[in-house]
């Protein structure tokens, strides 16, 4: 069975760079949620999208901003990335019909390493 | 606002013992409650749910969870415990009154010993 694709895997950036990661969800799952993992931490909710639009906003640092495109896809750009931005990203996805009842499906994570 | 607390950092079991990973919620209203298992450097997967009905729900693997409003725990528990579980168990909780947003527990890490 298909699952959320996340892209890159792993990632390395300098300081003040930029970087984006992108996340394609399960087919026809229309609700695409971003989680933040530091080492040994709990996932934090950053943001996520209901059929294109944003749905909910956790603590996504203003540095940050992402979206939800036509075909449901999901890209989470960070500017400014600090040292404190490494960190493994993981994107969710949930199917139709109960945007609120359903389980999330994670992708496998981007590792982003800010040097 | 929504939380999680799992109190325990790890739980240490003999396999073919049954085990206890527990998890206490707050909600300002139902709550939506979530057991999920992540494997080093993988993504989490879910294990089971409790929407609404049988205080018990049975998810994957054998595991199990009991639903306690009056305690506002959600306790995963397994009869029989395998090697092959130890992992880290994270519980989540999501605000039934609205909103997508899933909070997740600092998570507990389950070792079981041969």
């Known amino acids: 069975a298909a699952g959320v694709i996340q892209s890159p895997r792993h990632l390395i950036k300098e300081k003040r760079e930029t970087a984006t990661l992108k996340c394609y969800p399960i087919p026809r799952h229309d609700t695409v949620y971003w989680y933040q993992q530091g080492p040994g931490q709990d996932p934090q909710f950053l943001i996520s999208f209901y059929e294109k639009m944003q749905s909910d906003k956790g603590s996504i640092p203003d540095r940050f901003s992402a979206q939800q495109f036509s075909d449901y896809h999901s890209e989470l750009n960070m500017s400014s990335l600090e040292l404190g931005d490494s960190a493994l990203y993981f994107c969710?996805?949930?199917?139709?019909?109960?945007?609120?009842?359903?389980?999330?499906?994670f992708g496998e994570g981007s590792r982003l390493t800010v040097l | 606002a929504q939380s999680v607390a799992q109190p325990e950092d790890q739980v240490n079991v003999a396999e073919g013992n049954p085990l206890t990973v527990k998890c206490t919620y707050s909600?300002?209203?139902?709550?939506?409650l979530f057991w999920y298992v992540q494997y080093p450097n993988r993504g989490l997967q879910f294990l089971l749910k409790y929407i609404t009905g049988d205080n018990l729900v049975k998810g994957s693997y054998g595991f199990e969870a009991e639903f306690n409003k009056s305690q506002t725990s959600f306790h995963l528990k397994k009869p029989s415990a395998l090697v092959s579980d130890s992992a880290l168990y994270f519980c989540a909780v999501r605000d039934a009154t609205g909103g997508f947003k899933t909070i997740f527990g600092a998570g507990t890490r389950l070792f079981v010993k041969a």
């Open positions: 969710a996805s949930s199917p139709p019909g109960e945007p609120n009842t359903g389980e999330l499906f």
């Open positions: 909600v300002s209203g139902n709550p939506y």
